[in-house]
């Protein structure tokens, strides 16, 4: 029966080295990607961005409606209720 390979602790040492070296570049390289991709003004959000302005329209739900219309084949208005019983 053959022998087990004898492994060579400084080569897998290094190897590992390597190997942490090329999962920390990557990280930087993709973490300068999204910087890159980011518009001017902006900045990264770890959670759900507030994307309002502190002011809310009115809102009466007896006078709302939802409407699929045009080029579709069932025109469809749905008023509050009904909406929110959608799956």
Sequence with gaps: M???????????????????RFKK????????????????DQTWSKGFPVLDLGMHPPFNEKTWLFKVWGEVEN??????????SLP
């Design 2 to 20: 053959a022998e087990p390979p004898k492994y060579n602790r400084k080569m897998i040492a290094a190897k590992t080295k390597l190997l942490e």
């Design 25 to 40: 570049d990557k990280a930087v390289r993709l973490k300068a990607q999204k910087r890159s991709r980011l518009p001017p």
């Design 75 to 84: 025109p469809l208005t749905l008023n509050w209720k009904q909406f929110l």
